[in-house]
């Protein structure tokens, strides 16, 4: 599972790396016109994903999880085949559209499988693990995608996608020779979709979906626009490479120490911890959309980055604990539908307001998402306090396998 996960997200970061750069034609620097383009035609794969989720994870509850993880690789693989075809924005974002369909079936599926392996008393640290795959494939593909924007001519941007697509469709070869004879499939259950809505909306869950939620409306703009903002902002992309690789060596070697913190102490205590970080990330960013990239604001970017690592695992695993009261691949959807949907909302928000207003206009929005991010989290400790048993592992103790 987590050797196909490696492949699958190392060919999504190399591509969403190279997109802005693809679309609008050159390797370095965008302008405000090209901004909305790229963030319409971005923002068309969180539709997808959102919009189709909870049915790929209903399907891997109804009839297995390796039918519905294979299905979306292999979709995936043929669909990044295709834009290596085009730049014109319309079919692109046709494109984008499908991807985020098939993106969706993946993460849900994928999870799903983690879950179904993993006991409670060690969920934090399988999620920590395929946290830490699962990121340092895409922080991989990044690193080699910004790299290589520096090396090739753009017109040879689309042999990228060819490679994308090769690792996909490779992703599913390991995938499916490792996990031959191996059934990862849950009983058969029934659960309409009016009644899964009506769960999604529940307090207890709301108080880990949300969260990710506003994380998102972040790393969404990130995502896409770091390359082609950090070249026009003079910082070579080998350096960038170089700096992205490092942090997902740091990645793999964190997350799964950070997914046994979670089980020893509690989701909600390294959900703190990781809102900390990620309040510190955020105003680095504003600092350096202000005042360019200056090495104390790098700093402190990269300083806060680590205690926001803490983040992923422990909610990951407070997200599978709710499986009791959902089956578990449409709870794992329920992560991927609002994680599309931060990114959507997040695209079209930063993109409209760098438009308008320039570097203000982003300060705004990155202070917003620090105090939706604080406010968030002093809800959900206010209602662990009064209920424990929405954070387990904290009203039980240090488990035996974290001691």
């Known amino acids: 599972m987590f050797g196909a996960t490696l492949f699958v997200r190392f060919g999504f970061g190399l591509s969403v790396a190279i997109f802005a750069s693809y679309i609008v034609g050159r390797s370095s620097g965008i302008d405000a016109e090209s901004v909305g383009t790229v963030g319409l035609v971005s923002a068309l794969a969180p539709v997808g994903e959102f919009s189709t989720v909870l049915l790929s994870g209903m399907l891997a509850d109804r009839h297995g999880r390796f039918p519905v993880l294979f299905a979306g690789m292999g979709a995936a693989a043929v669909l ?3 834009a290596s ?3 014109d924005p319309w079919p692109l974002g046709a494109i984008n559209l499908g991807f985020g369909v098939a993106s969706g079936a993946i993460l849900a599926a994928s999870l799903a499988v983690v879950a179904d392996e993993a006991d409670s008393a060690e969920r934090g640290l399988e999620m920590g693990r395929f946290d830490a795959v699962n990121l340092l494939g895409w922080i991989g593909g990044f690193a080699v995608g910004f790299g290589l924007l520096g090396v090739l ?8 996608f060819l490679a994308a697509s090769g690792l996909l469709a490779l992703g599913v070869v390991v995938g499916h020779r490792w996990t031959r004879g191996h059934r990862a499939t849950a009983p058969r259950t029934r659960r309409d979709v009016a009644g899964i809505l009506r769960t999604v909306f529940q307090k207890e869950v709301l108080i880990v979906t949300l969260p990710w939620l506003v994380i998102y409306l972040l790393l969404g703009t990130v995502f896409v626009f770091l390359g082609t903002s950090a070249t026009g902002a003079g910082i070579s992309t080998g350096y960038l490479a170089i700096a992205i690789g490092g942090g997902g060596l740091l990645l793999l070697l964190t997350q799964p120490s950070m997914g046994r913190l979670a089980d020893r102490y509690g989701r909600s205590r390294l959900m703190l911890v990781g809102t900390a970080g990620f309040v510190g990330v955020l105003v680095g960013a504003s600092l350096l959309t202000q005042y360019g990239a200056k ?3 790098l700093a402190i970017v990269g300083i806060s980055a680590l205690p926001a690592l803490a983040y992923g695992p422990a909610a990951l695993a407070a997200l599978a604990d709710l499986s009791q009261k959902i089956p578990r691949a449409t709870t794992m959807a329920i992560y991927s539908l609002v994680i599309s949907l931060g990114m959507l909302i997040g695209l079209l928000v930063s993109t409209g307001l760098y438009s308008r207003y320039g570097a203000d206009g982003l300060d705004v929005y990155f202070g917003a998402i620090a105090a939706a991010l604080v406010l968030l989290t002093i809800w959900r ?7 424990p048993k929405l954070d387990p592992a904290a009203a039980a103790g240090p488990t035996t396998p974290a001691r």
């Open 80 to 82: 990044l085949a295709l």
């Open 85 to 87: 075809l085009t730049r």
């Open 153 to 160: 001519p753009n017109t040879e941007l689309g042999g990228l």
């Open 295 to 297: 090495p104390e604001f």
């Open 381 to 387: 400790l206010i209602e662990v306090r009064r209920h």
